[in-house]
């Protein structure tokens, strides 16, 4: 585990996913008392007249409401981080560079650009499937597409160095 780096993962008071926050914002967070402290790394963080575990997760104090009409934008970056840069057919993780993303039903029938109708998917995968569904290019996907709820969990999936991390995350 890097903490060097300084991020720290932001549960909201119902324990929900919210941000990634630098070690800084964390830190100024639960000096105000406006968080609390969940998970720490063993080392600490020292000034001339105090010494405070060093912050991974954070819980804010007071709850903050989410609108439901907030939806997270359906770009490459933001697909590639929901699955995890990983196939959605085979499972490979070849890199973001190679990963495309492929219409679970071909546009070229009527499928959207929709969160429950793009997935990662390889090179290799993406040309076999051609312009047809899964079925019936014999291809079974590894997780059904899905719309994110959280904005947090984009950023976490690309942030995800903390092992500690995984257990605030519901991918659903």
């Known amino acids: 585990m890097n903490t060097l780096n300084g991020a720290v993962l932001v549960l909201n008071a119902s324990y929900e996913p919210l941000n990634v926050v630098t070690i800084k914002r964390a830190v100024v967070l639960l000096l105000k008392e406006k968080a609390e402290l969940v998970e720490a790394a063993e080392q600490r963080l020292r000034a001339e007249r105090m010494s405070i575990p060093y912050p991974l997760v954070i819980r804010l104090v007071q709850y903050v409401r989410i609108p439901s009409h907030f939806t997270l934008?359906?770009?490459?970056?933001?697909?590639?981080?929901?699955?995890?840069?990983?196939?959605?057919?085979?499972?490979?993780?070849?890199?973001?560079?190679?990963?495309?993303?492929?219409?679970?039903?071909p546009r070229s029938r009527?499928?959207?650009?929709?969160?429950?109708?793009?997935?990662?998917?390889?090179?290799?995968?993406?040309?076999?499937?051609?312009?047809?569904?899964?079925?019936?290019?014999?291809?079974?996907?590894?997780?059904?597409?899905?719309?994110?709820?959280?904005?947090?969990?984009?950023?976490?999936y690309q942030l995800q160095e903390h092992d500690v991390w995984r257990k605030y995350i519901h991918t659903k």
């Open 73 to 105: 934008p359906l770009t490459r970056r933001m697909v590639l981080a929901r699955d995890q840069y990983t196939c959605q057919y085979c499972g490979s993780q070849p890199g973001s560079a190679v990963l495309t993303l492929d219409h679970v039903i």
């Open 110 to 156: 009527g499928g959207r650009k929709t969160w429950k109708n793009v997935v990662t998917a390889c090179q290799k995968c993406n040309q076999r499937k051609d312009d047809r569904t899964p079925a019936e290019a014999n291809m079974r996907l590894l997780r059904s597409p899905f719309q994110p709820r959280y904005i947090a969990l984009a950023l976490v």
